[in-house]
């Protein structure tokens, strides 16, 4: 049995990542997984390696993912933000970064976060599309490892209508909101760049962009199911 490829969502704060990936792990039960994230923050009460649940960090206006090789679509609620750590050091931590074992990383409230390839390794050993909601950073660090994901940017129609639906989404402070909005100029910028994704979505309606998604991802779901049954 070949693993199945993971999946690469990209695209700026209030492009549609969840709103879509939620579709898709609501349709397609034990075919979607999540990998576990590193952090150097203490576990909290009731938080074992692995097994915590906890508020998704936010990084960079992108979402350090919903998160855990244990778990596949069916047993995450995707309507709560909770994801799963791995507890390490910071020296253990840098290590890693060092070594180039994390295919994103970052600080955030004064402690470390990242993905590491292996984490996301694990999930597809369990024969699961492990979905890596990414910024163009981590875009550029899964590049240089052998994961061949299938690369998809999401992208919103325009910046008036990104704007609106982040106001609409009523998450973010002026402040937080004009952040996102910069970072998806550049966002926008850098993803336009040819043979960087494999696919770009315009997400204007909703149905359409779901779709198009389900098309892209197709063949793998085919292939999870397949090997399942
Ligand atoms: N095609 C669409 N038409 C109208 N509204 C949409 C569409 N897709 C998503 N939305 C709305 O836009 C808002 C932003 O979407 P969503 O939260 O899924 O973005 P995101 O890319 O996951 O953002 P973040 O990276 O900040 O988590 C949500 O309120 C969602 O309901």
Redesign the pocket.
């Known amino acids: 049995m070949s693993k199945p490829r993971p999946v690469v969502l990209s695209?700026?704060?209030?492009?549609?990542?969840?709103?879509?990936m939620k579709r898709l792990l609501q349709d397609h039960e034990g075919v979607f997984g999540f990998s576990v994230s590193h952090t150097t923050r203490n576990p909290r009460p009731g938080e074992e390696d692995g097994k915590g649940l906890n508020k998704l960090p936010m990084l960079l206006?992108?979402?350090l993912l919903p998160v855990a090789d244990v778990l596949s679509s069916e047993e995450i609620d995707m309507s709560t933000s909770f994801s799963y750590y791995h507890f390490t050091t910071r020296e253990a931590m840098q290590e890693g970064i060092d070594q180039g074992e994390f295919i994103e990383n970052a600080e955030f409230s004064g402690n470390m976060y990242g993905t590491s390839k292996s984490a996301v390794e694990d999930v597809l050993a369990k024969n699961l599309i492990c979905i890596l909601d990414v910024d163009i950073q981590g875009v550029k660090n899964i590049k240089k490892t052998d994961l061949n994901p299938i690369y998809i940017s999401?992208q919103p129609p325009s910046m008036e209508i990104l704007e609106k639906?982040?106001r609409?989404?009523q998450t973010e402070t002026e402040e937080s909101l004009q952040k996102?909005l910069e970072a998806a100029r550049i966002d926008m910028e850098l993803s336009s760049e040819p043979g960087v994704f494999d696919v770009v979505i315009i997400?204007?309606?909703?149905e359409k962009?779901y779709q198009e998604l389900k098309d892209v991802l197709n063949e793998e779901i085919t292939k999870v199911q397949e090997a399942k049954s």
Do not use: F, V
């Open positions: 695209g700026p704060s209030g492009a549609g990542k969840s709103t879509l206006g992108a979402t999401i639906r982040l609409d989404r996102r997400n204007d309606d909703l962009a």
